[in-house]
């Protein structure tokens, strides 16, 4: 049986780090992502069929199409392993394709950012904040008008496993869909309240209450890369804020209506 070098590559570098804090991912994964930025998003190998990889195509499949279900329960499930790692390595290719010199980043090569990523894998705090921010930042940019204000984000039936991962979550939808409202409710000139009030009417809920009545548990900090020029800083420091920004500016804008 021939073994390919790139396969050995990935054989090395998951007995390595693939248990990272407990994240195992299968070697076919970075394969896979190396094959589909390498053809255009597709890939037509007959090794890829493994049902290792039918969540992370199905989730990938799901933020191509203009109008998806992507916050539906199928997708905001905690995943497995695989998709989280799929996710995070199609992220950082995402981030190489805009480095230029302007910028102060040299592009690499698919395969070299591939490896160097894995080397550095995260914990699965972090990629779990990655793969919550791909879900909020597609619903930003594709939903306009938002139109989630039937939809309950109900973290007890997510198979998220503690505090944190559920922290993770509404906070990654705070630092994306939060952040918007922030935008309308902090305007002055105009006053944007009314945009701000009819966003939220379009926000979900979360457990079934509107965020800003949402009950932020404690849970454990970790360090996240939000800047690749940038060192990882502290989850509750970055997201924290956006959250408690939204709130304020929301019930400032619900207190004027009501006056």
Known sequence: ?????????????????????????????????ISIWENNGT??????????????????????????????NQFLKKPTDNTLVANYLNTKLKWNSFNEPHVGLKKELTKKVVENSLK????????????????????????????????????????LDNDTEKAILFLTAMRHVGNQLTSYATTRFPNNCFRAIEYLENMPKFNGKPFYEF???EFEDFEIEVDKRKPKMSFKERYIPEFENAKLGIEKCLAEEKN
């Open 215 to 217: 009950d932020l548990p």
């Open 1 to 33: 049986m021939k073994i390919s070098i790139l396969t050995i590559l990935f054989l090395s570098i998951n007995s390595v780090f693939g248990q990272n804090k407990s994240v195992e991912y299968n070697e076919i994964i970075p394969e896979y992502i």
């Open 120 to 159: 550095k894998l995260p914990e699965r705090n972090e990629l779990l904040a990655f793969y919550y921010s791909s879900i909020f930042i597609d619903v930003l940019n594709k939903q306009k008008p938002m139109n989630l204000s039937d939809t309950n984000i109900d973290l007890e039936n997510l198979n």
């Open 43 to 72: 890939s037509s190998d007959s090794k890829f069929d493994s049902t290792d990889l039918n969540e992370t195509k199905a989730f990938f499949s799901e933020l191509s199409k203009r109008e998806n279900a992507i916050t539906s």
